[in-house]
């Protein structure tokens, strides 16, 4: 029996699973995919948002403003890249400074600091590619960019180091509670029970509350579409720059990545299918044109690749957190849509703080709050390097050239617990296969890797989830080779 | 640190052949460094014969072309490093490599050979929308799965591209049993090579659409379907011309670019038009001692132009470590591409440095049918050659006498364009 089951790891699950992995041992995560880190986690816009947009008195601007205080130290104990490199909310026309004036007050309502409106010269003099139609910017110094996929990954990394286990390829069929007041869980293949239930499951988290609460909730999944520009276009903009919304739409924001990437999008488009991550035609040339909007020159004809993810929207447009209507001990983390990522840290440390104290548990002595990334040589000094290298040859033979990845750093990264199973998961632990050449070279000596790594056969090794499987059955002469 | 006289980036058939050449100019101290763990390069995965008809004067497959060029660097003792991964170049052309028994090492360099070859472009660059499922490959990387590790990337293939690599595979696949249901070319032309696709399409009946695009993939895990549409001549799709096609793998031979991020982070100068380093009549890029030929220089069809055109780097090269390229303060000649040519390479002649004869390689950007490619020194025309087809899948080139250069007082630009007359 376990203390509590979350379902879902993304980064809210993964989030809440590390918190409470400092007052128990028996903490399970159910994913329904392979890995960790598969839904809205692992395609949104990458950025902490310092805390202006959301209404005030909202969970939103509450979580968002506190998570985002948060997250210097988490990123410190759990080794994952962040910058707090500030956000511009450029606006356009005259008559839109009022509305800009209506977004700092909000900030300012809602605890943001350093916020600043600043003239056409001062954003300028930050952002120098800004658009010649651009009049002025709010500032925000404390937004920042991070990698999602590491800080859910260091998440859950940090939570199995301290006891708690992940279980993949589950996915939740029902939820009831039996007369002895415990949660009984049924996957496809198993039944676990628990004391408490964290409904963390993204753009499912409807489905499970429903299972349970008197109150119900709808989500209704909404697709954004991204354009990622390769490292070659690094420094063209120093910012998160935000459009104002308009009275033809929302506008796309344009922001640098931890890695030296550029994301320009996303689109907002609202789907019937939850898992319908496919781009259209008509949103990549809608974000391409409204990004020069905000910002001119961007080398379009640097995009590497696109993108499509899912968020949770929520009819009441804001986080449900806390424990469920009607059902004692089920806890939601539901409706997480942006400013999501700013306000992972905050809702997990808000969530296991509810259950230790509906279950009375306290601090574990040896909970260890940190976490190393996975190894990156070239941080290295040509001697350590060597020393590296004299240690485990494996650094020394690179794999993926576009990002320089060595064989080391890929073999970590399948190592690791919850560790990558798939092409997808090494690219996004370790880069390999995520730079210009989008896998063309490494992907045959990665899937060889992990077929060694695993003891499985190469038709076994899978781009993502099951059934995307790369390679099918031999050649005429891998048969007879 | 280890001290090179010339050091070559990239064992594939331009590193090889440059090395040969620099060893048969009189050079002993070369060393290559190879990031795979054979030399050859990508002719290793072109099992295919085609190969070696001009260099060879007969046919060969990609690994028996390599073979002969590995012998001959073999034979003459020449040094190299495999999975070695070049790192870095600085400007005053120290190496910055790293392999797993050396670790990361620095090596001086009196001339550096760029020869990197290229890449393909990815399904990303190309902004086809829908799914991201398994089952794309670009057209390389189902060649290596296929031909070296031996395994199948799908039985119902649609290719997107005519690159050569495109129709090759679309024959391979056939050979292996797959039905290759069409190879669809956003342009109103093919990339490709017309021998390949008389060889690898027509011969096995698959249809070429000429001017269609993939405008949706279907499926989440695995691909499934492809929606091929016909393009306008400003290669938007025309609605009511989709057509759904099922597959299990989408192959995209959609273009190569020459692999240049250590060139561009030493600051050599590159083309816009080809990806690659501006060259002079040496092969030498912007900065002094450092050479480019092959793939990395601009995308060549035959490997026998690539091994020709290294070789003049190789023998280049040694000019310059020995000092005998000369240093004067001669004005170089600006060699222009225009009227339907896209570049030339090289795009400068200093004549004093030059050989008798200097062959000027080139693409054109469109279809033509009986015309002229035309060279003019400043406005006098002075080649003016009858082409019956011409056609941006296939390089040209025509050759330029250092006595006629010599001979025109103030020359100061070499034209070259297609002429309808």
Known sequence: MYDVIIIGAGVIGCAVAREMSRYSDRVLILEKNEDVCTGTTKANSAIIHSGYDAKNGTLKAKFNVKGNRMMDRIAYELDVPFERIGSLTVYTEEEQLVKLKELYQRGMNNGVEGLRILSRAETEALEPNISDKVKGALYAPTAGIICPFKLCYAYAENACENGARFLMNQKVGNIFRSEDGLWHIATETDEFVAQAVVNAAGVYSDELNNLVSSRKIRITPRRGDYLLLDRAAKGHVRHTVFQMPTALGKGVLVTPTVHGNTIIGPTAVDMIDKENTATTAEALSEILSKSSDSIKDLPTRQVITSFAGIRAVEDQHDFILGEAEGASSFFNCAGIQSPGLSAAPAIGEYTAGLIREKLSLSEKENFNPYRKDILDPSALSLEERNELIRENPAYGRIVCRCESISEGEIIDAIRRTPGAVSLDGVKRRVRAGMGRCQGGFCSPKVMEILARERGCALEEVNKSSEGSYIVRGRTKDGENG | ?421
Request: aromatic share 6%; proline share 3%.
């Open chain 2, 1 to 421: 640190m280890t001290a090179y006289d010339i050091v070559i980036i990239g064992g594939g058939p331009a590193g090889l052949s440059a090395a040969v050449s620099a060893y048969d100019s009189g050079c002993r101290s070369i060393l290559i460094l190879e990031r795979d763990a054979e030399l050859g390069g990508i002719l290793n995965q072109c099992i295919h014969s085609g190969f070696g008809l001009h260099t060879f004067k007969e046919e060969l497959t990609g690994p028996e072309y390599a073979a002969r060029y590995i012998g001959m660097v073999l034979e003459r003792g020449i040094e190299y490093k495999l999975n070695t991964m070049v790192m870095d170049i600085s400007p005053d052309r120290v190496v910055t490599a790293m392999n797993s028994e050396d670790g990361m090492f620095l090596i001086k360099a009196k001339a550096v050979i760029l020869a990197m070859g290229c890449r393909e472009r990815p399904r990303g660059a190309l902004n086809i929308p829908g799914y991201r499922p398994a089952g794309i490959f670009s057209a390389g990387t189902a060649q290596r799965l296929v031909n070296i590790e031996g395994y199948m990337v799908g039985k119902e293939v649609v290719i997107l591209g005519s690159g050569d690599i495109g129709l090759i595979m679309a024959r391979r696949m056939t050979l292996e049993g797959a039905k290759v249901k069409c190879v669809a070319e956003l342009m109103p032309y093919s990339g490709g090579l017309k021998r390949n696709i008389v060889q690898c399409l027509d011969d096995y009946g698959i249809p070429l659409l000429l001017s269609h695009t993939v405008v949706d993939i279907e499926g989440k895990e695995h691909i499934k379907a492809v929606t091929i549409a016909e393009v306008d001549e400003n290669r938007r799709p025309i609605e009511g011309t989709e057509r759904r096609y099922t597959c299990d793998a989408l192959l995209l031979s959609c273009g190569l670019v020459p692999e240049n991020e250590l060139s561009q982070s030493m600051g050599v100068g590159l083309s816009k038009v080809t990806n690659g380093p501006v060259v002079n009549e040496s092969l030498e890029t912007d900065i002094e001692g450092v050479f480019a030929c092959g793939n990395v220089l601009h995308v060549h069809d035959l490997v026998d132009f690539v091994s020709e055109e290294a070789k003049k780097a190789g023998e280049t090269a040694v000019k310059y470590v020995s000092g005998r390229i000369e240093r004067s303060d001669e004005t170089e000649i600006e060699l222009r591409a225009t009227f339907g040519v896209r570049y030339t390479v090289p795009s400068k002649i200093a004549v004093g440095r030059m050989d008798d004869t200097l062959t000027v390689r080139f693409r054109v950007g469109d279809v033509y049918k009986d015309s002229f490619v035309s060279v003019y020194f400043d406005d006098e025309r002075v080649i003016h050659q009858k082409k019956r087809v011409l056609a941006p899948g296939e390089m040209e080139q025509v050759v330029l006498k250092k006595a006629n250069l010599l001979s025109r007082e103030g020359l100061s630009t070499v034209t070259v364009r297609i002429e309808g007359e």
